[in-house]
């Protein structure tokens, strides 16, 4: 990976990220405030226009930059039936262009322009941008995290009964699912100081990155573009990225939980012990 990654500009990826993320908030902050279009995706799932323009604007930005590059994106994926295409050593660029859309269709302001870049199927770079709050989250490996320019690092909290720890529901409803997403609730609410829920994968780990939350999981997001970029953004704010079982982090799992070093390990342990629900994806070794 290291020869490969040589070979790949990341000022240049940085710099055409940041900007294509920019482009991209412009256009969820002029739609924040119009008449809401929704189109389903599912019950709890919603797309919206927005969504699909602002991948378009990302990918031609970015494909102009670096047309040897790979692309996959929340929308064009969707748009063939949720088949993720096969994830090459190539760099590959991995874009939601609106992570969050619930909080979006609300107007609830905790949405995001989520931008990751792999290189030898490695998290090596990631833009997050809020409109919204104006915050723009950004890392690239091995050069630290930054919030709108500055640099951040995850908190120092030792015990997980004083951490403040984030998940998300999901979108599985069976009951078997609902049971398995509610035993880990109660394991948190257990042994954790308090518990959030704000709708968005992304934000939530560079809340990890940031010392506001000391812990996050998530099991099925709805894929690599949530987490690729923010996690890159977590790591090299001195987190732990990891799979909720306590095994290593893969990228397609759809399965995530980060924190600072003290926390991640022992939120793991307590999450570990409750079995997943049926509709939620396995772990993968």
């Known amino acids: 990976p290291r020869t490969m990654s040589a070979q790949v500009d990341f000022d240049a990826c ?11 908030g412009e256009e969820i902050k002029a739609a924040w405030h119009v008449e809401r279009d ?3 995706k599912g019950d709890v799932d919603l797309v919206t226009a927005t969504d699909k323009k602002c991948e378009d604007l990302i990918f031609e930005r970015l494909r102009a930059a670096f047309p040897a590059h790979a692309f996959v ?4 994926v969707a748009a063939a039936d949720g088949a993720l295409p096969p994830i090459t050593d190539d760099p590959t660029w991995f874009v939601d262009p609106l992570d969050g859309t619930t909080n979006f269709v609300h107007g609830y302001p905790f949405s995001c322009v989520s931008i990751g870049l792999t290189v030898a199927k490695v998290p090596v770079l990631g833009v997050v941008l809020n409109p919204i709050t104006g915050e723009t989250f950004a890392a690239v490996q091995g050069r630290g995290a930054t919030l709108n320019g500055e640099p951040i690092a995850v908190s120092k909290v030792l015990d997980l009964s004083k951490a403040l720890v984030a998940t998300e529901i999901g979108v599985g409803r069976d009951a078997k699912t609902v049971d398995a997403i509610m035993q880990r609730v109660r394991a948190c609410v257990e042994n954790c100081r308090s518990l959030r829920a704000s709708g968005s994968c992304a934000m939530n780990m560079c809340g990890v990155a940031a010392g506001r939350l000391d812990g996050f999981y998530e099991i099925g997001f709805g894929g690599p573009w949530d987490c690729v970029g923010a996690a890159v953004i977590c790591r090299e ?9 306590g095994g290593a982090f893969n ?3 759809r399965r995530v939980l980060c924190g600072n070093p003290n926390v991640a390990t022992k939120l793991a342990e307590v999450l570990a012990k409750i079995p997943d629900g049926p509709a939620e994806p396995k772990a993968l070794s």
């Open 251 to 253: 990228i397609t799992a």
């Open 38 to 40: 929704v189109e389903y």
């Open 73 to 76: 994106g929340e929308e064009s």
């Open 237 to 245: 704010a001195g987190g732990v990225v990891m799979d909720p079982s």
């Open 14 to 24: 940085l710099f055409e990220a940041v900007a294509a993320a920019s482009e991209a």
